[in-house]
């Protein structure tokens, strides 16, 4: 079945630090891939996605690129703020995202010092 | 509303007594899924609605786990008999057209 494995956390860097989270999946056929972010206390939000290969995602200043051969979907950001601090979640789905479900992955904890 | 709304944020039940969880998605919002996350996992799919229609609910871990969506609006997540391992945090997803998933804040649910 489909799966996604993210690296491990927790991740702590200092402010302006270079942030790289790993994402790789296991998945037929070509998913859409998906970044998700939760901050304390709040539900999921949609941090940026890619539909299909070599699709960049980005938003506020994070960046990942859909790379079909070697199944990864890397989170970049080249300088991290305090205000990023959350945990991360790669997921992805058979189709755009509207009507399958979305397989995660464990999350990833990231903490920005100042 | 602006967003997904899920009641009650916070449950505690003790083991053996029967929950139920609400999520008012976003209007006119076809799409509705409910994921079980567990502390400090990821999300897990449980079940997925297309208006009233229930088409997939291969996630659900036990036939005490039990949704609905009458109206094809407002969805009801029941869990009968719970069970401490059904702690966890429910969370609830609308979504339309092509476009991603919008995800509530979620229902803490505590068993003691």
């Known amino acids: 079945g489909d799966s996604v494995t993210q690296m491990e956390g927790p991740v702590t860097l200092s402010e302006e630090a270079f942030l790289t989270i790993n994402c790789t999946y296991t998945?037929?056929?070509?998913?859409?891939l998906f970044w998700y972010v939760q901050y304390p206390g709040e539900g999921l939000q949609l941090l940026l996605k890619a539909t299909k290969a070599d699709d960049k995602g980005s938003n506020k200043g994070f960046e990942a690129t859909y790379r079909k051969e070697t199944t990864s979907f890397h989170l970049e950001k080249g300088s991290v703020q305090v205000s990023d601090s959350a945990v991360y979640f790669c997921?992805?789905?058979?189709?755009?995202?509207?009507?399958?479900?979305?397989?995660f992955g464990k999350g990833t904890l990231l903490t920005v010092n100042p | 509303g602006a967003g997904v709304s899920q009641s009650p944020r916070y449950k505690v039940a003790k083991r053996g007594q029967d929950v139920a969880l609400r999520c008012d998605p976003i209007?006119?919002?076809?799409?509705l899924f409910w994921y079980q996350q567990a502390l400090g996992q990821g999300p897990e799919f449980l079940t997925y609605?297309?208006?009233?229609?229930?088409?997939?609910k291969s996630g659900l871990p036990s036939d005490r786990f039990f949704a609905e969506r009458p109206e094809g609006s407002v969805s009801t997540l029941k869990i009968q008999r719970t069970q401490q391992e059904d702690s966890a945090v429910y969370l609830c997803a609308s979504s339309k057209d092509s476009q991603p998933q919008h995800f509530g804040d979620g229902t803490r649910l505590s068993i003691l």
């Open positions: 997921a992805l789905s058979r189709t755009g995202g509207s009507n399958y479900k979305l397989t």
């Open positions: 998945a037929t056929g070509y998913p859409s």
């Open positions: 609605f297309q208006n009233e229609a229930q088409l997939d």
């Open positions: 209007s006119g919002h076809v799409s």
